[in-house]
Each structure stands twice: as structure tokens, then as C-alpha cells.
């Protein structure tokens, strides 16, 4: 009421609110207005959670297809197959893509709805990419070089080099390390066996040399220990344990080597876990599950790599290879020529560790190299009684370190620890520092990076398992 111009006019009763009234009407309209604006900031922060996370995921895909060298095809080689497993093939006539091995066709769940069109012109879009490794190199044997200083010395005669062929054989070395996309996943995202009998890791590796008109081939496999095992929380090295007892694992272990034998035949088993500390519980369950499988085509042999190389003595792998090497000439090779099949391969090594990635590849390199010089002093391109020349031996040791540092990378987010054994024959304390530094990085990979990369990668498996 204006005092000035409203005299004599009664001024109205006060209205008054007792405090009880205002308390519940400001409480009700502060709930009013959240109940309002809730659901929108609600809303817009799921949105925006959504948006990063789908960024990260993305960056991941991206990374893991555009940042390595880890996919591989051909357009008139059938990368997914071994040289034997060709040479059997009774698919010869029908396109690349249908005659591919299924475990290593890695994009195969990207080009489903190409390959369920069954359409003839829909072939020609189907390409199969394997996952892991592929070096092709040209060695010669040259038992007189000493260095390529020497070679490209100015008082080297220049028709000597083109006559090479004629005094110094010369022959390809490939190898081809194929992942299998069951069970794909990062190191510490995926261990042991799933229930559909597939493991973590596995990874087919054939070595093969190529002398004119022959080819010769060696196969060997790595992969998880086959029992339901993990490795759970965020300690630098979390301590392994059993998930399943082993009667229920025991189907599943039977239903892995049935798989393996059906396409291998045979298996020498070699488990390079401790034997000692906290992977002894994994080494026994994989030994125990083998006695009960009780199959004359598994033989199995343990050799504890930390304790027998203990001190950096790598090369006491040599013990390994001396106390099998009956198993190995027993096993022999694939060998086709122009004319077919010569001699194939009697049942593979499948090798393991814990990781099936450092320790794996020193004894895998160590017995692909006593198979290939005995292939090469088959084919008359070594002398009987020698060793393979130090040239042709460091491209080879060369090959294999870059074929375990991939595999690492694909699992574990690094390149391979002990690499320079593998590279040099030799272990030095630059390698062990070296070691360290790649140790650390794992640990960071699988704390803060392997959560995205295996949703990236387990969304595609799983999809295949469905």
C-alpha cells in the first residue's frame, strides 16, 4: 500500500506462514526443480560418457589396425594353411577365401554378411587377413664371408658376386606366425582355455625354406595352458589361480587336444612354467590334466627355463634340444616338390610358458634351427659336418626376435623380453635394462590401455562364438 496517496484506507491483514508451512514449500519447490533439470543433466552426462568412451574405443581399432604390422594377406597365397595342410587340400579349384584354415581368418566376422550372400560376384570382395607375422629372406651359404665390410671391400672382383649362385648355394627362408581369432584378447584379459576348447594366445608358426623347385616345411604351435586359470588385479605380477576344479575342467581340456590331434595328429608338449614359486599351481594342474587325458599321441615334457638358464645362460636351451632331438628327427617335415608330396610332418611341438611369448620363442627359434640345418644338409646346400655360417645365422636369430617381438605386441602390448638372446645368442646386461623397461611398459599397457583394446577386439570374438 503507498502510504502518501492511500490515507484513511485500512491496510489488510498480514498474511503470515508459520515456519513450518515456509519449510515445506521451499523443500517442495526445490524438489520440483531438480525433478526437472535431473533427468537432462542426467542425460547429458550419460551422453557424454558415451561419447568418450566410444572415442577411446575407436582410437583403439584405429591403433590396432593402422599402428602395426600385424595384418598380413595375399591375393594368390593361402596364408591361413601350412605347406602340408595345402598339399592335402582336396579344395584346390574353389576361391581363396573358401578354402582358408577358419582359425586364422581373422577378419572373418567384418565379411560375414558377404560371405552369407553366397553370391559368385560377392568373392571377389572376400579377402582373408591373418593376424601375426611374415619375414621372407634370401641367405647364402658362404662359408668364407666373414663380414659385409669384406664383401663390399673395392678389391673384390665384381664378377664374383654374379657367379655367387655357382659357388655359394643359395636358398629363401619364410616365416609365417598365424593367430587365431578364438580366444583373441590381451594378456592379462584372457588366459587358459574357454568352453568351447580354445585358448588364449594360440598361435600356429611354420618356418619353411624354398631350393629351387623344393620346399620344406616346419610347424610348430603355442598356446595357453589349457586348464581355467587367470591372473586377477592390478600387482605388478598378480599371482596365477585356478578358476574350475579338475573334473570340470577336464572336459574341456579333452575337447582342446581332441581339436588338436584331429588336425595335428600327434603332440610333444613342452611346458616351460616353473616348476618351482607361484607357477608350479599351473604346471601341475596341466601335468595332471594330461595324465588324466591318458592319449599315447601327447607326450609330455616339462624343462624349467628359469632354473636351467639361471644367471643369464640362455644358451643351456641346448640341453632342451640335445635331450629331444630323437623326437625331432622322428618328427621330420613337410617336403613337396613339382612333383607332390616327398615326406610330411609326424605331429608338432606345441610350446608354452606362462605368457607363451619370451620364453616360448627362445625354444621355438632353438628347434626350427636344428630342423632347418637338417633340412639343408638334406638338399646338399650344407656340408654334412658344419654348422649354418655366422652370416646366415644372425638373419635367422634376426627373424625369430622379430617374429616374438610381434606376437608380444599383439598381447601384450610390447616387444618380447629376452630378445636379444634371440637376436644375439648372447644375454647382456644392456638387454636385461632393456627387459626392465618393457616390463614396466607391460604393466602400464594392462592397467590402464588393455580394458578398451579388449572390448575392441573381444566384441568381434564373441560375435564369432555367437
Same mark, same amino acid.
Given at each position: 500500500?503507498c502510504k502518501k496517496?492511500?490515507? +484513511?484506507?485500512?491496510?489488510?491483514?498480514?498474511?503470515?506462514?508459520s515456519p *513450518?508451512?515456509?519449510k515445506?514449500l521451499l523443500?517442495?519447490?526445490?524438489?520440483?526443480? @531438480?525433478?526437472?533439470s535431473?533427468?537432462n &543433466?542426467?542425460?547429458g552426462?550419460?551422453?557424454?560418457?558415451?561419447?568418450?568412451l566410444e572415442r577411446?574405443l $575407436?582410437e583403439e581399432l584405429?591403433?590396432?589396425?593402422?599402428?602395426s604390422?600385424?595384418?598380413?594377406y595375399?591375393?594368390t597365397?593361402d $596364408?591361413t594353411?601350412?605347406?602340408?595342410?595345402?598339399s592335402? @587340400?582336396e579344395t584346390t579349384g574353389?576361391?581363396l577365401?573358401k578354402?582358408v584354415?577358419d582359425?586364422?581368418?581373422?577378419n572373418?566376422h567384418?565379411l560375414?554378411? $558377404?560371405?552369407?550372400?553366397?553370391?559368385?560376384?560377392?568373392g571377389?570382395?572376400?579377402?582373408?587377413?591373418?593376424q601375426g607375422?611374415?619375414q621372407i629372406?634370401e641367405l647364402v651359404?658362404?662359408?668364407t664371408e666373414?663380414?659385409?665390410?669384406?664383401? /663390399? /671391400?673395392?678389391e673384390?672382383p665384381?664378377?664374383e658376386a654374379?657367379c655367387v649362385?655357382? #659357388?655359394?648355394?643359395?636358398f629363401?627362408?619364410?616365416?609365417?606366425s598365424?593367430?587365431s581369432?578364438h580366444?583373441?584378447g590381451?594378456r592379462y &584379459?584372457?588366459?587358459g582355455?574357454?568352453?568351447?576348447?580354445?585358448?588364449?594366445n594360440?598361435v600356429?608358426?611354420e618356418q619353411?625354406? =624354398?631350393v629351387?623347385? =623344393?620346399?620344406l616345411?616346419?610347424?610348430?604351435?603355442?598356446?595357453s595352458?589349457?586348464?581355467f586359470? /587367470?591372473?586377477? !588385479?592390478?600387482?605388478y605380477?598378480p599371482?596365477?589361480?585356478?578358476?574350475?576344479?579338475?573334473?570340470?575342467t577336464n572336459?574341456?581340456f579333452?575337447? =582342446?587336444?581332441?581339436?588338436?590331434?584331429e588336425i595335428?595328429?600327434k603332440? #610333444?608338449?613342452?611346458?616351460l612354467? *616353473?616348476?618351482t614359486?607361484?607357477e608350479?599351481?599351473?604346471?601341475d594342474?596341466y601335468?595332471?590334466?594330461?595324465?588324466?587325458f591318458?592319449?599315447p599321441n601327447?607326450t609330455?615334457?616339462t624343462f624349467?627355463?628359469?632354473?636351467h638358464c639361471r644367471g643369464?645362460k640362455?644358451?643351456?636351451?641346448?640341453?632342451?634340444?640335445?635331450?629331444i632331438s630323437d623326437?625331432i628327427?622322428d618328427?621330420?617335415?613337410?617336403?613337396?616338390?613339382?612333383?607332390g608330396v616327398i615326406?610330411?610332418?609326424?605331429?608338432?611341438?606345441?610350446?608354452?610358458?606362462?605368457?607363451?611369448?619370451?620364453?616360448t620363442?627362445? #625354444?621355438q627359434a632353438a628347434?626350427a634351427?636344428v630342423?632347418?640345418?637338417?633340412?639343408l644338409? &638334406?638338399? !646338399?646346400?650344407?656340408?654334412?659336418?658344419?654348422?649354418?655360417?655366422?652370416?646366415?645365422?644372425r638373419?635367422?636369430?634376426l627373424?625369430?626376435?622379430?617374429?616374438g617381438?610381434a606376437?608380444?605386441r599383439q598381447?601384450? !602390448?610390447t616387444?618380447?623380453?629376452?630378445g636379444?638372446?634371440?637376436?644375439?645368442?648372447?644375454?647382456?646386461l644392456?638387454?636385461?635394462?632393456?627387459?626392465g623397461v618393457? /616390463?614396466?611398459?607391460?604393466?602400464y599397457?594392462n592397467r590402464f590401455r588393455?580394458?578398451y583394446?579388449?572390448?575392441v577386439? !573381444?566384441? +568381434?570374438a564373441? @560375435?564369432?562364438a555367437?
Amino acid at each position: 500500500m503507498c502510504k502518501k496517496h492511500h490515507f +484513511g484506507i485500512n491496510k489488510p491483514e498480514k498474511i503470515t506462514q508459520s515456519p *513450518d508451512d515456509s519449510k515445506f514449500l521451499l523443500k517442495t519447490l526445490t524438489q520440483i526443480k @531438480s525433478n526437472v533439470s535431473a533427468p537432462n &543433466k542426467k542425460k547429458g552426462k550419460e551422453n557424454k560418457e558415451k561419447e568418450k568412451l566410444e572415442r577411446r574405443l $575407436l582410437e583403439e581399432l584405429f591403433k590396432m589396425f593402422m599402428d602395426s604390422d600385424s595384418f598380413y594377406y595375399s591375393k594368390t597365397y593361402d $596364408l591361413t594353411n601350412s605347406v602340408q595342410r595345402q598339399s592335402r @587340400s582336396e579344395t584346390t579349384g574353389l576361391p581363396l577365401w573358401k578354402r582358408v584354415d577358419d582359425r586364422f581368418f581373422w577378419n572373418k566376422h567384418m565379411l560375414q554378411d $558377404l560371405i552369407e550372400l553366397q553370391d559368385e560376384h560377392g568373392g571377389f570382395w572376400i579377402l582373408p587377413i591373418i593376424q601375426g607375422f611374415v619375414q621372407i629372406e634370401e641367405l647364402v651359404v658362404n662359408y668364407t664371408e666373414s663380414s659385409d665390410e669384406e664383401k /663390399s /671391400s673395392p678389391e673384390t672382383p665384381p664378377q664374383e658376386a654374379a657367379c655367387v649362385d655357382d #659357388v655359394h648355394p643359395r636358398f629363401l627362408v619364410a616365416l609365417i606366425s598365424r593367430r587365431s581369432r578364438h580366444r583373441a584378447g590381451m594378456r592379462y &584379459k584372457r588366459r587358459g582355455v574357454d568352453k568351447n576348447g580354445n585358448v588364449a594366445n594360440y598361435v600356429e608358426t611354420e618356418q619353411f625354406i =624354398h631350393v629351387h623347385n =623344393h620346399t620344406l616345411s616346419f610347424v610348430q604351435t603355442r598356446g595357453s595352458v589349457p586348464v581355467f586359470w /587367470s591372473q586377477a !588385479g592390478y600387482r605388478y605380477n598378480p599371482r596365477p589361480r585356478l578358476d574350475k576344479g579338475e573334473v570340470e575342467t577336464n572336459l574341456y581340456f579333452c575337447l =582342446h587336444f581332441n581339436m588338436e590331434l584331429e588336425i595335428y595328429k600327434k603332440q #610333444v608338449l613342452l611346458n616351460l612354467v *616353473d616348476q618351482t614359486g607361484r607357477e608350479k599351481i599351473i604346471g601341475d594342474a596341466y601335468m595332471k590334466q594330461v595324465l588324466m587325458f591318458n592319449s599315447p599321441n601327447l607326450t609330455y615334457v616339462t624343462f624349467d627355463f628359469h632354473e636351467h638358464c639361471r644367471g643369464m645362460k640362455f644358451e643351456n636351451v641346448q640341453t632342451l634340444t640335445d635331450a629331444i632331438s630323437d623326437i625331432i628327427m622322428d618328427m621330420k617335415w613337410c617336403w613337396v616338390d613339382q612333383a607332390g608330396v616327398i615326406c610330411k610332418q609326424d605331429g608338432i611341438f606345441r610350446v608354452n610358458c606362462m605368457d607363451c611369448l619370451d620364453r616360448t620363442n627362445v #625354444v621355438q627359434a632353438a628347434i626350427a634351427r636344428v630342423v632347418m640345418e637338417q633340412q639343408l644338409k &638334406k638338399l !646338399g646346400v650344407m656340408p654334412p659336418e658344419q654348422l649354418l655360417p655366422m652370416k646366415c645365422y644372425r638373419v635367422y636369430q634376426l627373424m625369430w626376435a622379430n617374429n616374438g617381438d610381434a606376437i608380444s605386441r599383439q598381447y601384450a !602390448g610390447t616387444a618380447a623380453l629376452k630378445g636379444d638372446f634371440t637376436r644375439t645368442g648372447e644375454r647382456k646386461l644392456a638387454g636385461v635394462m632393456k627387459d626392465g623397461v618393457n /616390463s614396466a611398459n607391460r604393466y602400464y599397457i594392462n592397467r590402464f590401455r588393455d580394458a578398451y583394446r579388449q572390448a575392441v577386439i !573381444g566384441e +568381434g570374438a564373441d @560375435s564369432c562364438a555367437r
